[in-house]
Each structure stands twice: as C-alpha cells, then as structure tokens.
C-alpha cells in the first residue's frame, strides 16, 4: 500500500496548507489539475478543525491497487482506521458517492491483511450540505465484521463521527500503524490464472491466496456442489445466487463449479456463461496444449479449444463487442438469411450500439428474456441518473437541467439556481465546457450565455 502524504496528526496540524499540498504534490508523480489543488485546499481546513483533539497519523491519497484509485483521506485514530472521501462543492449524497467510499472500505476489509481485524469507519463529506443533522450514528454492518456502514455528514460533522466513534468501539486495541501500513494486499486471482488452474485440476485452496479467504470459496463451492446433487436426485431446479464484493472470487466459484461437475463419460455436462469468453478461452486451449505436449501427445490449438469450449458460453455482455454467432436455431436463421432479413451473423447488437451513439443517445440496455434477449433504447441522454454517471456534481446537474428545459443558461443564472460565488460557477462551468464538452460559450461580455453543443 502506498500514500502520497503521511504524518502525525500533531505534525499535521502546524503545517500550513501550501506545505501540505506541496508534499502531496512532490509524491504524486502525475501532472496535478486545478481542481485537485483546490479540492486539497478545501479538504486541508476542514480535517485540520475536527482534529484538533486527536492524536495518531493522517494519510492523504492511501492507494486502494485492486481498484487502481486512492482514499482522499485515511485517519487512523486509537483502535480505528477512518477512510474519508470528500465531494467538494456537493450539498448532497448521492448514491455513487456513498457507494465509492463504501467500497474502499470493503475492498481494504477483504484484501488488506492487516485490516482484517481492524475496526473501519467509511466516512462521506459533502462539504455544501446545508442539513442541520449530520448523520453521524455508528451502525455496524450484519457481518460482526468490525466494518460501519458508510456515514454522512457535511463539513462541521468530522469531529462527532470521530467521537462517537471512538466511544462505540472503545474496547478495540490500538491499532500498529507501522504494521498495518505495511500489511500484505491480495486480491484472488484473475479470471485468466483461475480458470488455466482450474482446468489443470487444481482446487479452489491451491490457485487463491490464503489472505483472500480460500476456506469461504471452499465452503461455498461445497454447498453449490450439494445443492447439485440435491436438484439432480429430487429432479428439481434450483438457482443460486453468489454475491460478494468485486474480487472477492465469485467468478473463480463459478468456474469451480463448472468443471468439477464436467464429466462427459456420466453424462454430467456443464455450462460457464462469461462474458470473458474468448480470453478465457484463449488461455485454456493454450495450457491443453502445452500440458498434452509434455505427455509426448501432438494436439492443435483448434482441436484444445473444442475441448474446452463445452462448459463456456458467452454473455449477453459479450453481445456489445465483436463476437461470435450462434443462433439458437439453426433452420430458422438460415431461412431468415437466405429471405435477406439477416445480412450477417453477429453484427446486430453490435450495430445498434454504435447507432445509438452516434445518435447521441445513451447505451441500449440487453436482457435476457424468456429464452432470447430484449433490447430496449433510451431517447434521452441527459436525465439525472446520466448526468450523474459522468462525475458532474448536484449543482453542475441542476444547472444542465436548466439548460435542457430554457436552452441556455447565464453565469447570474448559474448562481442564483445553486446559490453560489461566481468564482465558484465560473469553475464549474468552465469544467462543463473544457472537461466534459456538455456546452459551449456563445456571446461576448455581459451577454455571454452556455447552451449545449
């Protein structure tokens, strides 16, 4: 695990802002935008103002790997480890934004050894939020795991959650600093080593690393496995649903299943549906081939990959790139081609996505229904849910809402319907136009206005 800024809390709170930034700055080896700098500037005085009565150390820019993204902040305070994310400029809490923190804290909770113990507190700060409440009520999640639910709060809040925290979880021993920053990170496999292992006939405990909890993918494998054998004895169906954090080895319990219970001579087939089809596919037949060379047997790539492809299919996901075709019935597709209402196998999908981009129009939606698939289309591509998938804050929505519905918007109007300082809309607007490229500057002077490109 690595930082960009560590130092004690004590230290932290007599260096002055400029000092900070500059050695956040001196450790990042990329080039840092506008926005960072001022969002550091921000972030500095709040922390600086909740802990005032607290001692340990503070990181800035703590490296989440498996993610390949960084903690704007992890406070690590007596027998607790605080991971906070800021959204400077937000006045509210939007699901993805409570959804990012949260996963922070569950990917360090499962894939960083030393804070598998740890007591962790995920911690939102929008720093515009106007509530009078601040949630700051500790809640543990179901799992007696030592891990909170992601809490709320503006930037008055930090110091209360701090407290009430340390209050909770008062029984905890202290935490190692040196130990825990230092802790091992180990994520399960990939889905390429899982699958070449797995077909090597290697179990689930020899391809995972213990840290990444091999015992829980046996013992989840073993239930599936029974649940098989219960549904083949009693003839009865049975789904299953595996769920747990990205990486946590879902895919690997998947491809588990899929070939222990692959046995031609018995009659038990097996069938992979992944969306990682050819790559998967790819590795396997090359791991045959090597592994019937070493055995003195000759065997071809095409002749390997036919011995592997019984229990892989492909996904709907798969259906938005270049893939292969396999019509679920053959007659009625070869009518159907030689009538001309098909010009090619496995251009469709694939087609309709790039139309509905060029068409500015949101990505299509693929289901699977009833034994085939529905595609359903979306005509407009600046609802809320989108705007918010692109990274634009609430004020920065609401004001391309506006344009949406008025054609255009002014740098007073920008103001007034977010109730800000004009150097704050001439940041945002300015990221709206030269960032994301969702408007454009028309007029001169005091008649200058933004409408949509």
């Known amino acids: 695990m690595n930082y960009y800024y560590r130092n004690t809390i004590s230290s932290f709170l007599q260096k002055s802002t400029d000092e900070i930034i500059g050695s956040i700055t001196r450790a990042n080896e ?12 921000l972030q500095i005085p709040i922390l600086k103002n909740a802990l005032q009565d607290f001692q340990r150390e503070i990181f800035f820019e703590y490296s989440i790997p498996r993610m390949g993204k960084r903690v704007d902040t992890l406070i690590i305070i007596k027998n607790i480890v605080f991971v906070v994310e800021f959204k400077v400029g937000e006045s509210h809490f939007l699901n993805s934004h409570i959804e990012q923190v949260w996963d922070y804290a569950l990917d360090l909770k499962n894939f960083h050894k030393t804070s598998h113990n740890a007591v962790l507190v995920p911690v939102l700060i929008a720093t515009e939020s106007k509530t009078s409440f601040t949630f700051t009520e500790i809640v543990l999640t179901s799992h007696n795991d030592n891990l909170t639910l992601p809490v709320k709060i503006n930037s008055k809040g930090l110091k209360e ?10 029984d905890e021993p202290e935490i190692n600093i040196p130990k825990y920053v230092d802790g091992g990170y180990m994520p399960t496999p990939t889905i390429i080593e899982a699958a070449v292992s797995l077909y090597t006939s290697h179990s689930v405990e020899n391809i995972t690393r213990s840290d990444a909890s091999a015992k829980n ?8 496995s029974e649940i098989i054998d219960i549904a083949r004895n009693e003839h009865k169906k049975i789904i299953c649903f595996v769920t747990g954090v990205p990486g946590a080895g879902k895919t690997l319990v998947g491809l588990n299943v899929a070939t222990s219970h692959l046995d031609n001579e018995n009659g038990n087939a097996s069938v992979y549906l992944s969306g990682n089809k050819s790559l998967v596919e790819e590795a396997l037949a090359r791991d045959k081939v090597q592994r019937e060379r070493e055995k003195g047997i000759k065997i071809t790539k095409i002749s390997a990959k036919q011995a592997v492809k019984t229990f892989i299919q492909i996904s709907l996901d798969s259906l938005k790139h270049t893939h292969s075709s396999k ?3 053959p007659l ?11 010009d090619a196998w496995g251009r469709g999908t694939v087609r309709i996505i790039e139309t509905c981009k060029e068409a500015g129009l949101p990505e299509p939606e693929l289901t699977e229904r009833d034994g085939g698939f529905l595609v359903t ?13 692109l990274g634009l804050n609430a004020r920065q929505v609401k004001a391309v809402l506006y344009v949406k519905e008025k054609g255009k918007i002014t740098n007073k109007e920008y103001q007034e319907i977010n109730d800000i300082s004009n150097r704050t809309a001439t940041n945002e ?19 200058t206005f933004y409408e949509f490109l």
């Not at 990329?30 to 500037?41: A, G, I, L, P």
């Not at 959650?161 to 008062?170: E, G, K, P, R």
């Open 429 to 447: 607007r300015k990221e709206l136009v030269e960032k994301l490229g969702l408007m454009r500057m028309s007029g001169a002077g005091a008649g």
């Open 161 to 170: 959650v701090i407290q009430n925290a340390l209050c909770f979880f008062s």
């Open 327 to 329: 019509p679920r019935n």
């Open 30 to 41: 990329f080039d840092v935008t506008f926005f960072q700098n001022k969002s550091w500037e």
């Open 217 to 224: 993918l046996t013992l989840t494998t073993d239930k599936i």
């Open 377 to 389: 289309l979306f005509k407009d591509n600046l609802t809320e849910e989108q705007l918010v998938t």
């Open 332 to 342: 009625i597709a070869d009518v159907c081609f030689k009538g001309g209402l098909i």
